[in-house]
């Protein structure tokens, strides 16, 4: 399966240290935008459209958003509160996923 190779390490999953210890309810991909101060989710989260309508009433840039390994923006980025991506998708109650 093409979705079991490690985009970190260039292995296949099975294979890496890094994905045997991830947990394995997290995302392996989560969604972001170049002025975006959190990662989430899903493209439709409501804190990303929040985000980007704030931006905008601003008079700033709104960049488009991307889908990123989670692995390459956990350390710089937060999780957003709204969509909360660092939760396996039974903890969030209320948001649909």
Avoid at 35 to 60: F, I, M
Avoid at 67 to 85: F, I, M, N, T
């Amino acid at each position: 399966m093409a979705n079991d190779f490690c985009e970190v390490m260039l292995l296949p999953s099975s294979q890496c240290d890094h994905c045997r210890s991830a947990q394995s309810n997290l995302p392996r991909r989560v969604y972001v935008t170049k002025g975006g101060s959190v990662y989430h989710r899903t493209p439709n989260c409501e804190g990303l459209k929040d985000g980007q309508q704030y931006a905008r009433w601003k008079g700033h840039d709104i960049h488009d958003i991307e889908c990123v390994p989670r692995s390459d923006v956990q350390a710089k980025l937060g999780a957003c509160e709204v969509c909360r991506p660092d939760l396996p998708p039974s903890s969030v109650a209320g948001r649909p996923f």
